[in-house]
């Protein structure tokens, strides 16, 4: 896939399944803003660097340190361990936030792609993956090559 891809909306409520419970919560983004990626890149999981904006509205200023680019793993597909019907773009980013983001505006730079989706037979295997991708995510986000996208136009200048 032709990386960098860059996605942006404001972030989705989704079934609030898979995501404390699991520990590892992910911010979907909506439908309209999936096309620059459902058009050229496969299902699977994915790394890159994010951030976390203003709401529309303006409500509900985050903290500074909420508001930095951050790295993420995403996951893009159908999501068969909770038999999904639509295809979504899930975010989880490495970052303890203070709290939630619902409504906030998202953008992420996606730069590189690290499996395909998995039909996981438990939890406790799926936890064990999501625990390897930020791994391999954050080692491979470490690279030099990928410093510059942190400041990237698409990004809101850090605090
Ligand atoms: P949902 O089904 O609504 O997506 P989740 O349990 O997956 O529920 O939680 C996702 C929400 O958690 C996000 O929309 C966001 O507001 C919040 N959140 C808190 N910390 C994070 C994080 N580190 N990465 C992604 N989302 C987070
Ligand atoms: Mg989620």
Redesign the pocket.
């Known amino acids: 896939a032709p990386f960098p891809i860059e996605l942006s909306g404001a972030?989705q409520?989704?079934?609030?399944?898979?995501?404390?419970d699991l520990g590892c919560?992910?911010?979907?983004l909506p439908d309209e803003s999936l096309p620059p990626i459902s058009s050229v890149a496969r299902t699977g999981v994915y790394y890159g660097f994010a951030q976390v904006s203003a709401r529309k509205d303006g409500s509900k200023l985050l903290p500074d340190e909420d508001a930095k680019v951050m790295p993420m793993v995403m996951s893009l597909g159908w999501n068969p361990f909770y038999k999904n019907e639509r295809l979504t773009a899930?975010?989880?980013?490495m970052?303890?936030?203070k709290s939630?983001?619902?409504g906030h505006d998202l953008k992420v730079i996606v730069l590189g792609y690290i499996r395909p989706e998995l039909d996981y037979v438990s939890r406790e295997a799926l936890i064990q993956d999501i625990q390897t991708d930020i791994k391999v995510a954050l080692n491979s986000l470490a690279r030099p090559a990928y410093e510059k996208f942190k400041s990237d136009p698409l990004f809101i200048r850090s605090p």
């Open positions: 972030v409520r989704g079934f609030g399944r898979g995501g404390k919560p992910t911010a979907n899930e975010v989880h980013i970052h303890d936030f939630d983001f619902y």
